[in-house]
């Protein structure tokens, strides 16, 4: 992407973790910035043994699977906050396959993303973009856009991936998960990644903190398996529970990754 492009509002000299991610996944949409940012994040991830590109891969074949299954079982509506820039296997895409009839919301904040995703989806009638914030998520779940879209009174499908990191503080990411969970209709599933570094190193933790410290999101920290299982305990865990997400339910014919150096966790939990 190129600077003399840049949509009203966004200063692209300050990183993204959106366009930083796109960097990941090997896309387009970002500036010098990012992808300085990311190649400062992909040495030092290189040098303690982690691949951020497989991980990014692995976190985003999750999705896919997350997806599948859940179509599988009879959910219709996908609530995907913090979707990100678009690019292979995005939601609607998956879920047009799997289940036609289906109706999918994108939300979030960061107005590159908004452009790219209704460019997108300018003739996909059962598919919407809101502005939203995840710092406020029963405003998200009231936007009327939203609620328009979709009833939040039958099962819906709420996906909160590679997301939760971004917020330093326990307390307050227990309470964000907590709202979400609050609105979500009995069989309503909520679906979550984060990151997290099987081989600890507190050194390198805060050298990516540091990076992340001059992006638009401020900070990343990590947090375990149990913390996680933890913020969702409310909910039926579908199983494996919380792992490597290259475990949870893999298949054969998708992007596998090496859980030994997994770069996210992930789960599903269950409204009953």
């Known amino acids: 992407m190129s600077e003399e492009s840049v949509p009203a509002g966004i200063d692209p000299t300050v990183p993204s973790a959106a366009r930083i991610y796109d960097y990941f996944l090997g896309g387009k949409d970002n500036f010098a910035s990012d992808r300085a940012a990311a190649e400062h ?41 913090g979707t990100g820039l678009p690019t292979r296997e995005n939601v609607h895409q998956i879920v047009r396959e799997a289940a036609p009839d289906a109706k999918v919301v994108y939300v979030d904040n960061d107005p ?42 039958r099962p819906v499908a709420v996906l909160v991936l590679a997301l939760l990191h971004f917020f330093p503080e326990d307390d307050y990411v227990d309470g964000l998960v907590g709202q979400l969970i609050d609105g ?42 149990a913390k996680i299982a933890a913020m969702m305990a409310r909910l039926e865990m579908l199983e494996p529970g919380v792992v490597p997400v290259e475990t949870w339910r893999p298949h054969p014919d998708q992007y596998a990754g090496n859980p030994e150096t997994s770069g996210y966790i992930g789960g599903v939990g269950r409204k009953s």
């Not at 040495?43 to 590109?53: C, K, M, S």
């Not at 599933?189 to 992340?212: F, I, K, N, P, T």
Request: charged share 25%; glycine share 8%; no cysteine.
């Open 41 to 81: 994040i992909l040495a030092l991830a290189r040098a303690r043994g982690y691949d951020i590109r497989e991980a990014a891969w692995a976190n985003r074949a999750f999705l896919g699977r997350v997806v599948r299954e859940l179509a599988a079982a009879g959910v219709r509506q996908f609530l995907d906050i």
């Open 112 to 153: 590159i993303v908004l452009v790219h995703a209704r460019a997108l989806l300018e003739d996909n009638a059962r598919t919407i973009v809101v502005h939203g914030d995840l710092r406020e998520p029963a405003k998200i779940l009231a936007d009327p856009q939203v609620r328009a879209h979709l009833d939040l009174d």
């Open 184 to 225: 979500l209709p009995s069989g309503g599933y909520l679906a979550v990644s984060h990151g997290y570094a099987a081989l600890r190193d507190a050194e390198g933790e805060q050298e990516a903190r540091d990076v992340y410290s001059k992006t638009s999101v401020g900070d990343i920290v990590q947090r375990p398996p």
